[in-house]
């Protein structure tokens, strides 16, 4: 099993590009997670999804959309990057049912200049 | 929503000393307590966690503690080895979709 696998691993953007991160994940987990992590700030929650075609918004939801057509993927889309968006962003999985463990994939740096 | 506080941001002991890093919450109704640990460069990865119903759980060198009236847990670790050092982050989550609110990380230095 690859786990929680999040393409691509490093992206620079220039303001006012878009881009589409993936996140896939192999363990037939219902709920994933896209954070953001800033220095001295821990990581944020953007959006989430408890199933296929379901989306809810998390703490820092603005400047991002996300999908989840298939079950095992999670995207998270930047329709017109700024560079308050420079940051690290992990995906996450977790099983249904009671609070449990989430899984996070490796990780995509993003540089808005 | 739920707010996580954690305390010190970084941390310092000598190989073999203890490390103690403490979180507070907000959210009365919070009844899952994750700890992850970050490596420079990697992904976080769970350590140890505690539910509600448990006022304490160990796994090795490692133990944490939840005092659910004053909305506080804390993550021991006993016999510090280099390896150790890292980035350690506190959560909490009330069930909800299993939403995790995080702290905002302590560095723990391990020190020869």
């Known amino acids: 099993n690859a786990g929680v696998t999040q393409t691509p691993k490093f992206r620079v953007l220039k303001t006012g590009q878009s881009m589409t991160l993936l996140c896939a994940q192999d363990?037939?987990?219902?709920?994933m997670y896209w954070y953001r992590q800033d220095p001295g700030m821990g990581l944020r929650l953007i959006h989430y999804?408890?199933?296929?075609?379901?989306?809810a918004k998390g703490e820092v939801p603005d400047g991002y959309n996300v999908s989840r057509l298939k079950k095992q993927n999670f995207l998270l889309g930047l329709e017109s990057a700024a560079p308050s968006q420079t940051s690290v962003y992990f995906c996450?999985?977790?099983?249904?049912?009671?609070?449990?463990?989430?899984?996070f994939g490796p990780g995509t740096r993003l540089t808005v200049t | 929503g739920e707010n996580v506080e954690q305390h010190p941001s970084t941390l310092s002991v000598q190989e073999g000393d203890s490390a103690v890093i403490k979180c507070t919450y907000s959210?009365?109704?919070?009844?899952?307590f994750p700890w992850y640990k970050q490596e420079l460069g990697k992904r976080p990865q769970l350590i140890i966690d505690?539910?509600?119903?448990?006022g304490e759980k160990k796994d090795q060198r490692i133990a944490v503690t939840l005092n659910k009236t004053a909305k506080h847990f804390s993550l021991h670790i006993t016999e510090t080895q280099p390896e150790d050092s890292a980035v350690y982050f506190c959560?909490?989550?009330?069930?909800?979709?299993?939403?995790?609110?995080f702290g905002t990380g302590t560095r723990l230095q391990v020190t020869l």
């Open positions: 996450a999985s977790s099983i249904q049912g009671r609070s449990g463990e989430q899984y």
């Open positions: 959560a909490a989550s009330t069930g909800t979709a299993s939403k995790l609110t």
């Open positions: 505690i539910r509600s119903n448990v």
């Open positions: 959210d009365s109704a919070s009844n899952y």
């Open positions: 363990m037939n987990h219902e709920y």
């Open positions: 999804s408890v199933g296929e075609g379901t989306t």
